[in-house]
């Protein structure tokens, strides 16, 4: 686990996958809260922090890992942007109309 150890569940490689496919909503969800989480932990290892965070989030281990962080890495960067649209979906500019 990092140094800055904000979760107690050390991630482990087979949760990384999910096991079937999930509602669009909920992939907006997870990918709009790791994004929410990396932003207000700021740590010294994003990806370190990111995997332990999918581990100890019940609902984001049904998305998988690579897709959350393939998601992130496309972020356009400055300014409120959340995403929208599945694992199909985009960045869109504004605030997520929920949490």
Same mark, same amino acid.
């Given at each position: 686990?990092? $140094?800055?150890?904000? @979760?107690?569940?050390?991630?482990?490689?087979?949760?990384?996958? $999910?096991?079937?496919? !999930?509602? /669009? $909503?909920? @992939?907006?969800?997870? &990918?709009? %809260? $790791?994004? !929410?989480?990396?932003?207000?932990? %700021?740590? !010294?290892? #994003? =990806?370190?922090?990111?995997?332990?965070? +999918?581990?100890?989030?019940?609902? =984001? %281990?049904?998305?998988?890992?690579?897709? &959350?962080?393939?998601?992130? /890495?496309? +972020? #356009?960067?400055?300014? =409120?942007? +959340?995403?929208?649209?599945?694992?199909?979906?985009?960045?869109?500019?504004?605030?997520?109309?929920?949490?």
């Amino acid at each position: 686990m990092p $140094a800055d150890r904000p @979760f107690l569940t050390e991630p482990r490689p087979e949760g990384e996958q $999910a096991s079937g496919t !999930a509602p /669009d $909503a909920l @992939f907006d969800l997870a &990918v709009n %809260r $790791a994004c !929410a989480a990396l932003r207000g932990l %700021r740590p !010294a290892d #994003p =990806a370190g922090a990111l995997a332990a965070w +999918h581990a100890r989030t019940r609902f =984001a %281990r049904r998305i998988g890992l690579d897709a &959350v962080k393939a998601a992130l /890495d496309a +972020h #356009p960067g400055a300014g =409120a942007w +959340h995403w929208a649209g599945g694992p199909d979906g985009g960045w869109t500019a504004g605030r997520a109309p929920f949490p």
